[in-house]
């Protein structure tokens, strides 16, 4: 056990006038099992980089331990897997390796093949053996889940839960919750670590934030009344100390000393509502600094001629003599939300395409509704680039809608300045979203929309899609957010 202490930290990349953490100050366990969350674009895959020690920073991070970072660049894909885990722990026991994969349960037939002949899933778990046989490593794990099906990430998820000592990228809140025992957050000013999985930590923080909600309402009529008595009794102390100069009204003198000093009590007392005022406006600005935006969105779909919008009857779809999907058979009616479920390759984007009309060779029954439009949201955000407004105007899209809904994600009006290309992974998927938000249609169709989007504008989405019930078809590995949005789930 050794302790990461964080003092003062404060960071801003060169060029820019804002910093990422400013006097930032706390301290973790290497033991512990850390899942590190926050809204994107706060900078956590930069504070892993200044753990790692690749950008100057004022303030201090001291530690003893080392610190390895996942996932490892594999510089030459074409190596087979047993020399990508040599590159990663020269000195690795061979028995050791086995254990590990076994745990993951990847077969050992994968250490003789050329690592990029592996899944996705099959490089992610290789990846995290090797690197856990680093002894006395502390490891920073960016986002494992991300192009993983449910049952490899539930697979990595119990993994995790055997070992200690790392903090972990996520956004998927089943797996965070199967497998930390801390949580390290990114709030709107400052960084904070509390002990629990992730629904202690949101349920925890719920309540502080419906605390602080009260009690600045509270603050706030206190500090109207201590205002309009403060004025009254300054008004009563212009006007009693104006009667020194005359005279009553029948005519005899007024003891002048009397009323000097019913004033300057009616004053002392007008000084001692405005200090009382004055500390309750300090309390208010303590609060509400950590309470996120979560504005709700909107979406307003086409209607159509009919309750049915889509047919499959017996789909196949084939990339020449591979069959890529096969014997599917489903209906898409009007108000649906269909999960498309199966492992990785089983075939889901292959049959959201040719739904979408993409010019694929199937068999089977394929039936659309005659006039049929539909919003798609791809996996790929690789296209992104140049500015919002000119993708608006490309896209034919109300740019002051656009924004605004990517403002309710979280976006600065900075990033609206910024080419798409420097976006976060996180910020390029709410571009997409936006998108569709903003397209009449009368089908949504979403393959793994939420690959990167942190946990708190998830939760946004989910909410949209409750309460307006659009008809949708959607591919997404996150547990909670298919249990929570899918009226019925077609498993390939």
Not at 162 to 174: E, Q
Not at 321 to 335: H, L, M, P, W, Y
Not at 343 to 359: A, M, P, Q, T
Request: charged share 30%; with cysteine.
């Amino acid at each position: 056990m050794s302790i990461i202490n964080v003092t003062d930290l404060t960071f801003a990349y060169d060029g820019s006038y804002d910093n990422i953490f400013e006097a930032v100050s706390f301290q973790i366990d290497t033991d512990w099992k850390l899942g590190f969350t926050g809204r994107n674009g706060r900078g956590k895959t930069t504070f892993l980089n200044l753990l790692l020690g690749k950008f100057e920073y004022r303030g201090r991070i001291s530690s003893k331990t080392a610190f390895e970072y996942f996932p490892f660049e594999v510089k030459n894909m074409d190596s087979n897997t047993i020399d990508v885990i040599e590159e990663i722990c020269p000195d690795y026991v061979h028995w050791e390796v086995m254990r590990e994969l076994s745990l993951l349960e990847v077969s050992d037939d994968v250490l003789y093949r050329p690592f990029n002949t592996l899944s996705n899933g099959e490089q992610t778990k290789v990846l995290l053996a090797a690197m856990f046989l680093k002894e006395d490593s502390f490891l920073l794990i960016d986002e494992p889940t991300n192009h993983l099906d449910m049952n490899a990430r539930k697979m990595v998820s119990d993994y995790l839960r055997s070992k200690r000592g790392f903090i972990l990228v996520s956004h998927d809140r089943a797996f965070l919750d199967n497998c930390v025992d801390h949580i390290l957050s990114i709030n709107k000013t400052n960084i904070e670590v509390q002990k629990g999985n992730f629904s202690t930590w949101l349920q925890n923080k719920e309540m502080q934030d419906g605390f602080e909600l009260a009690e600045n309402e509270k603050l706030k009529k206190d500090i109207s009344r201590l205002t309009m008595a403060a004025r009254r009794t300054s008004d009563w102390s212009d006007k009693v100390e104006k009667t020194k100069l005359g005279t009553t009204n029948s005519g005899s003198d007024i003891d002048r000393g009397y009323v000097g000093h019913k004033a300057a009590k009616m004053m002392k007392r007008s000084k001692s509502l405005e200090n009382r005022q004055q500390t309750a406006i300090e309390e208010k600005s303590k609060l509400l600094r950590n309470i996120e935006n979560s504005e709700k969105l909107k979406l307003s779909q086409l209607e159509l001629h009919t309750d049915r919008l889509a047919e499959l009857s017996a789909i196949a779809v084939y990339y020449g003599e591979k069959r890529a999907a096969g014997e599917v058979s489903f209906c898409i009616d009007k108000g649906d939300r269909i999960a498309l479920s199966g492992r990785n390759g089983s075939g889901k984007s292959s049959i959201i395409k040719l739904i979408c009309g993409e010019n694929l060779t199937y068999t089977g029954t394929l039936r659309r509704a005659s006039q049929l439009k539909i919003s798609y949201v791809s996996q790929d955000t690789s296209h992104l680039n140049g500015s919002l407004s000119g993708y608006a105007l490309e896209n034919n899209l109300d740019e002051s809608l656009f924004k605004a809904i990517l403002r309710k994600l979280d976006f600065s009006r900075i990033q609206f300045e910024k080419d798409m290309s420097d976006y976060s992974g996180g910020q390029k998927k709410k571009v997409l979203i936006a998108r569709s938000l903003c397209e009449k249609a009368h089908l949504h169709i979403w393959d793994e929309p939420l690959n990167f989007i942190d946990v708190i504008s998830r939760m946004q989405i989910e909410e949209l899609l409750l309460e307006y019930s659009p008809t949708i078809l959607f591919v997404e590995h996150d547990l909670a957010f298919r249990k929570n949005i899918a009226t019925k789930i077609v498993e390939l």
